[in-house]
């Protein structure tokens, strides 16, 4: 039998300005980063998953860790990430992103009963709060 994974551990989105999508993403989930550096935010994005967030161009080049070395991975454009939220907190994070001001670019509900709500952060990354139902897997 193979081995499965468990989950998303960490997911890395590239900043324009990293104090700025810091500031957002730790404004959103209420949060205080567990790493600050100028090339990377680590923020803790609920049950064991971390987003960190890099400073564009700031990873082309190996990072030296007393451990071994992180390869580069500096990727250059906007992407896509999906945060697992509870289908009872829909309108609850609705509120949340209306409290900061963030516009609810689509909503989706999916035919297996998952609810996705859009947002763009401040790197146009688009953000998704998904509900379990999305996926046969979610």
Known sequence: MNPRIRRIVETALECDDLPRS????????DATPMLSTDRLVAVDAGEGTVLLLFQ?????????????????????????????????????????????????ESRVTWERGGCSIYFRDPDNCL???????????Y
């Open 22 to 29: 810091a500031a957002f993403y730790t404004k959103l989930f």
């Open 56 to 104: 564009r161009g700031a990873s082309t080049e190996p990072m030296e860790l007393p451990g071994g070395v992180i390869p580069p991975h500096d990727g250059g454009r906007p992407g896509h990430v999906a945060f697992a939220i509870d289908k009872a907190d829909i309108r609850a994070w609705e509120a949340r992103l209306a409290e900061l001001a963030v516009a609810v």
């Open 127 to 137: 953000v998704e709060l998904a509900s379990p139902g999305i996926w046969a897997c």
